[in-house]
């Protein structure tokens, strides 16, 4: 059984940074998949960053050149860089797990952590 726990939100200005943190535990076969989701209030949870257990990662297009997805050497802990954060970042940020190998398939995803909460201000 995946569990999830995600760290590393807060508040900051436009054009700050935040490091974002999920631990996992459980077989790796049942996180074959690893992303970040997040979610506004009035707003549906969207895909932000995937990456593959054995390589590989993607981006969603609006956070491309400024979020990086990684993961350690074993594939334990996934992070999430946010670089020149915007307002329209602002959301609950959520790690994810799925099993499977078309990880940027984001309606796809079945573990989940709790979330952690990132503000952007002007």
């Known amino acids: 059984q995946v569990q999830l726990v995600e760290s590393g939100g807060g508040s900051v200005q436009a054009g700050g940074s935040l490091s974002l943190s999920c631990v996992a535990s459980?077989?790796?076969?049942?996180?074959?998949?690893m992303g970040w989701f997040r979610q506004d209030p009035g707003k549906e949870r969207e895909g932000v960053a995937a990456?593959?257990?054995?390589?590989?990662?993607y981006h969603k297009s609006t956070v491309k050149g400024r979020f990086t997805i990684s993961l350690d050497d074993a594939k334990k802990t996934m992070y999430l860089k946010m670089n020149s954060l915007k307002p329209e970042d602002s959301a609950k940020y959520y790690c994810?797990?799925?099993?499977?190998?078309?990880?940027?398939?984001?309606?796809?995803?079945?573990?989940w952590g709790q979330g952690t909460q990132v503000t952007v201000s002007s």
């Open positions: 990456v593959y257990v054995y390589g590989g990662t």
């Open positions: 459980g077989p790796i076969d049942k996180r074959t998949c």
């Open positions: 994810a797990a799925r099993s499977g190998t078309n990880c940027p398939a984001m309606d796809a995803y079945t573990a």
